[in-house]
Each structure stands twice: as structure tokens, then as C-alpha cells.
């Protein structure tokens, strides 16, 4: 069973960066998705940006142009570099990994991992941006 663990979540002021990086355990597969999703207090949970095994990449909309996401293979790590941070960019950001994924990379992070598919999520680490 893969692991995912988050790091690089914190507080910055409006107009900051934060890179997070999600590093998977095990061994890597040939066909994935792995990404990010946020959730606000209230709100519903939110597709950020995911890539897959191809280099494929999609963002949602509110994200798209300040967040960039990319993958190192030899780390099996994901990062997310956010940038122009904006107070309604706080939220717990998860890291989610599927494989083989299910979808194209545009609708996985549309709509979230698939419900029949093999998924993991990290514990999420949260990010809060200041006015």
C-alpha cells in the first residue's frame, strides 16, 4: 500500500510562495495520477492541480497561473509551487495518488480520484495566507 506524506504547508502573508511536496513510499508504478486537493472550513473539497504518469498536467481554475505542479521519478516526490498566494488560497491541502488511474489527469482533478479506482491520500498539511 502506498504512503503519501505532505510536508511544506505554513502561514504567509498575501502575495507570498510556498512550495509543498508530497513524497510517495513504495515502489512506483507505470500509470497514475497524483495530485492535490484542498479543503476549507465549510467549503467543499477542491481540485488544485494533478499530473500523471505521462507528464500530463491540469489545474483548477482559481490556481491556474500561480501554481505550478511538477514530479522528480528518482525521489518519488510531487511538488506544488504556489505562487501569488491569496487569502482564499487557505485551506488543508491532500495529497492524492491513483493508480492505475482511471481517468485523464483534467478530469481527476475535476472530480477527485475515481471511487472504484486504487487511491491514497496523505494526511494533508495545512496552508493559511494572510491579508
Known amino acids: 500500500q502506498v504512503q503519501l506524506v505532505e510536508s511544506g504547508g505554513g502561514s504567509v502573508q498575501a502575495g507570498g510562495s510556498l512550495r509543498l511536496s508530497c513524497t510517495a513510499s513504495?515502489?512506483?508504478?507505470?500509470?497514475?495520477?497524483v495530485g492535490w486537493f484542498r479543503q476549507a472550513p465549510g467549503k467543499a473539497r477542491e481540485g488544485v492541480a494533478g499530473?500523471?504518469?505521462?507528464?500530463?498536467?491540469s489545474y483548477g481554475s482559481s490556481v491556474k497561473g500561480r501554481f505550478t505542479i511538477s514530479k522528480d521519478n528518482a525521489r518519488n516526490t510531487v511538488y506544488l509551487q504556489m505562487n501569488s498566494l491569496v487569502p482564499e488560497d487557505t485551506a488543508m491541502y491532500y495529497c492524492?495518488?491513483?493508480?492505475?488511474?482511471?481517468?485523464?489527469?483534467?478530469?481527476?482533478?475535476?472530480?477527485?480520484?475515481?471511487?472504484?479506482?486504487?487511491?491514497?491520500w496523505g494526511k494533508g498539511t495545512q496552508v493559511t495566507i494572510s491579508s
Open positions: 492524492a495518488a491513483e493508480s492505475p488511474c482511471l481517468n485523464s489527469i483534467s478530469t481527476w482533478v475535476f472530480l477527485g480520484p475515481h471511487e472504484y479506482g486504487t487511491h491514497t
Open positions: 513504495g515502489t512506483a508504478k507505470n500509470n497514475y495520477c
Open positions: 499530473i500523471n504518469s505521462d507528464g500530463y498536467t
